[in-house]
């Protein structure tokens, strides 16, 4: 994965962290003077939402992916609030997410969490660096402009984005704020916290690209997208990331019925009221031949991973014994103390080469934990290898 050298945007890093840090002054600095009321906690959970169904419905779900076609009234809505979210114009953000999906986890991927070789710094640059470090251009994929060129809405909000933005961010919120509570104390309350949860919102967001690819299950796709159900409170069924890679086009996320998604039940909502047409759903019958077939893959996966482990051990093993041999064909002296740690390293060896060797040739179904948990027994015994200077060939695991 390319690990180029690129150039802070200053434009980027002053809405995704400047702004936001100001917006937390603003509030620490409200709450210690004047306290906080049903009035600050009511604009900020309706604003939060707001704007993540304007993403989750309008965004991500019908433009991102034409799982339904949306009324051109509601689509006007949804562009309004969805520029107030600061991600970038529509046709913008939707042609990244098209890459993303095409690429997942490869070069063209523009947020892959393997960039850098994964880890924290993957981390990082799947949920916020790919932004703070782009060349701060509009890319817009022409498949994306093939599927969404036409759509007036989305040309009228990329054009006049930023009128747009400042509009929804620095304008409406006092205007909105004042309506309701009648005062100038009311409107400054309204920009502060509706600024807020607008960034608590975007943050979340980005959790999408990093969290639900770090952690979570994988059911129906064996990729880095996974399913957190514990994020739902925070994104409406966006959190079912996983059965979304497995199908992307289909308008649900969550398909269960213990699969809480508040996003595929407005879609529908919106479609029994007229306002939403051509709802894509994926047949039953291929969801199951998917799970069967990801399950397989996973099996698959893990049975390479502990072979690999074993023959890792197997190696460890030997070379302690062509230590411990090679020193009493010369006769050198070794100290009792180094000795025992060669002969218990050997024994260690072994035991995971052993217990490797019968995980894998048993008929139960195989976790990814127990990769990872002989995974990292095997990293200390290399780590404990390379203290006893033992030659060892890289492994990857």
Known sequence: MSTENRKLNPLVFSVLVIYPLLLIALGTWYIST?????????LFICTYYAANISIGVGLHRCWSHGAYKLNKYV???FAMISAGTLQGPALVWCSDHYNHHTYTDEEGDPHTPAKYGGGLRGFFWAH????LFSDGKYHVGKITMVKLGRNKILRWQMKYYWHIAIFMNAVLPPILGFLIGGT???????FIFMGLARMLQQQMTFCVNSLCHFVGSRTYYDGTARDISWMFIFLLGENWHNFHHAFAMDYRNGVKWYHLDIHKWIIYGLSKLGLATDLIRTSDVRIKAKIEETKRLTQASIKTKLSLVEEAANFIAKAAEE???QAESSAEAIAKKL?????TLQIKA????????????SSD????????????????LKHLAKELNLSLPEYSL
């Open 34 to 42: 004047y306290g906080i009321s049903s009035f600050e906690i009511i």
């Open 75 to 77: 689509e006007f809505i």
């Open 128 to 131: 916020i660096g790919w932004m």
């Open 184 to 190: 100038v104390h009311a409107a400054i309350a309204a």
């Open 323 to 325: 230590r411990l041999s």
């Open 339 to 343: 000795r025992d740690q060669i002969v």
């Open 350 to 361: 072994n035991a995971i080469a052993e217990h490797a060797r019968e995980v894998m040739s």
């Open 365 to 380: 179904v195989l976790s990814r934990n127990i990769a990872k948990k002989y995974t990292k027994q095997l990293d200390k």
